[in-house]
């Protein structure tokens, strides 16, 4: 079970938040971007859900929490609606920067396909390691977001934080990207590298087993077993962590 | 330089990767690596050869003393001779059979010579069988609805007894379970309120023995007050008595503490590993429990009855709770002053009985991990984050053994980690 709220907070964070590593990591993301001649600012508005600003530059992009300085503004009316253009079914209106519509149409939308493209891949497309690659790091930063924006929203996701102690969890991959989820007073708070100290670790040891992980296909208390899979700390942080990775996967399904 | 030489453990890892083909994370539960907290895995046994006393040998042939005790099962010594001798020959006579052995009679009444809160006996496998029994019990006797559980319960892993995020559990399964902080009777009284008194009962360990934080043991005059508590607004009280029962008292630990629980729950201590539970309670709850539909295939079976009489008969001889506490007290301040000698500061908590350690040297916890680690792979058997267990085999030389191997970790540790000297 999955609420569109908390689906909302996960669509705009999670995902459209792992354009900034996309365009920070792929060639193809930094050529959409090269012709970009200023910089656009879009701020999306979702009524009675999350608010964020995205700033796209030539070089690449930032997203900061809420309604900030931007060239363009689109409001959605529910959590639904923007979940909807998230799906494609939901065509988004802007109500301010009708000159950057050439931006939203064309600029926007192949960096968000191309970020559909290594976030939803092809098993034909994972054959390719350097796509395999890349395509698990942007899950990988999508997934250490999304387990924020559940233990903040989701019902269950909200009971599961209630249990944690404060300080922060390093999530890694060996030799790959570093995530920092941060608690405090049982809210989560994602951060894209790695904790200087950690109060608790969870570690994969390699892309294939964290993308098997995302995919399913391997448990962790199997991997934990196996040693692949390596916890350390105070590990209730752990355990409770794990739990709402289990929701993950309902949301970015 | 270590006295004690590392363990290799090259064949449990053998049987490990055999048995994650076939078994659902190869050792599920507290058993295992995962739920067992094993860090890092690289330094623990996964199966065992064999036991004898306070040992187990793993399947590398390596010995362990073993202050975990199968989690509770071993109270008097793995393969005890008494126990082994009245379960072998009850089995001779007979042990899942049609009508149910007259020795469950003598089991039950065994433990209503025991239990002071007793006046009868149910029997079954598990400890959840009977927590949840209980449970059941309290709904039927009160008709309500609302269940209170103590901040970090544990009584087992049937869905009602689970938290709303673990996986397969519905929020329906557990959306009459009410939790209150320990020690807190204004708490109580306050839930009670919020419930409109709809609170069929409270289920409770006798005191504080979670995971990942000091034990906390309770007073007489806490658990006094929450038994006046229950009977001003006519909740049943449950002792779930199985991790700590016949540890801290053989006539119950509602008894340790001053008071009769309506029910109180049994199982670890019980046989010495011969698998079985009991539910015992007040003569007020038996016809409750009379019209309960509840049993099992094997619940009845009569070798674990057998050896339950041999067991607590030989708890009763030998004082146990006397003798664990005493075991208990002279291990952890031999531990503590083998820390302290190192620069370590090592928090002993909980009963003597069933002590619990953590190293407050750092607040990750991983230095005591490190320390488990090292004291798990040089022979003496610990758990990172759950409470230990005492046996009625240890002898003052295991104990001498078992706190020089757990120096000797202590100062692997404190030369891995030049930093804590500042």
Redesign the interface.
Known sequence: MTDSRTMAYVNLYAVLGTLENLCALDTKAKEILYELKKPVSICFDVKGGPTATIKFTCKGCRMEDGKQPHDILIPFSSCEKFNGMIDGTVTPIPVKGFTKIGFLLKTFVALTDRLTELLRPSEENLKDPAFFELSTVLTFYTIAVALAQIGNQDAVGRASASYMLDGDIAFLIKDGPAATLRVKDHRLLAIKKAPEKPRAIMQFDSLQLANDLFNGKVNAMECIGLGTVEIRGMLSMVDNMNRILDRVALYLA | MSKFPEYKHDKSHEY??RA?KVI?????GHL????G?W????KWP?FSEKAQGTYFWDVDGNKYIDFMCAYGPNVLGYNDPDVDAAALKQLKLGNCTTSPSKVMVECAENLVDTIASADWAFFAKNGSDTTTLAVMAARAHTHKKKMFFLKGYYHGDFQWAQ?????GIL?EDVANNVVVPWFNLQALEDAYNACDGDVAGLIAQPYDHG??KDNEVASKEYWQAVRKFCDEKGMVLIFDDVRTGFRLDLQGSDHYYGIKADLICFCKALANGYNMSALCGGEHMKSTVSGITYTGSYWMSAVPFAASIACINKMKKLNTPKMFREMGTKLTDGFKAAAAEHGFDLVVSGEPALFYLRIAND????LH?EWVAECVSRGLFLA??HNHFMNAAVTDDDIKKAIEIAEDAFGVVEKRHPELKG
């Open positions: 490990f990767n994650i659902p994370s190869g050792i599920y295992g690596p995962g739920e907290l860090v890092p895995v690289s996964f938290k709303v995020d673990y996986p929020p995971n990942f607040d990750s916890l991983m991990q990172s984050h």
